[in-house]
């Protein structure tokens, strides 16, 4: 007998042109096996979305919660913010002569660096459903 989904999992997806393409990129990059790319995207993917998430009020039970929509604008700033400390701990890994790991910060900042330049901005700064 299937056990019917609780509608907060049936919720339509929130999508940007931004999540997208990092969504698209990180598709190639496990195809590719791209560990550090994968690595990358998946983090800056993740701060998206807990930047969505809200504080749930003390007051009594809550079973749902609305997210917080960001706008194109914040979610190009988490995930340049992402690729800004991947370049930071490349120069922290250098500085330690840490070649290899400086590498694996290089490229991950790269693809990030690079799906913020390919993404097209969002025509009303913010989120649709998908």
Known sequence: MAVP????????TMTSPLRESLRSR????????????VSALRTAIAAVENAEAVPIP??????????RVLGA???RRLVGDEAADLR????????R????RALVAAAGAE???QVLAQAP???????TSA
């Open 111 to 113: 693809v990030l660096e």
């Open 58 to 67: 003390a007051a009594g039970p809550v079973t749902e919660v609305d997210r």
């Open 121 to 127: 901005p969002s025509a009303s700064g913010g989120r």
């Open 73 to 75: 604008d914040e979610e």
């Open 26 to 37: 990180l598709l190639r990059a496990r195809r590719e096996r791209d560990t550090a790319a």
């Open 97 to 100: 002569g840490d070649q290899q």
């Open 5 to 12: 989904k609780p509608q907060h999992l049936l919720s339509p």
């Open 88 to 95: 930071l701990a490349e120069r922290d890994h250098r500085s």
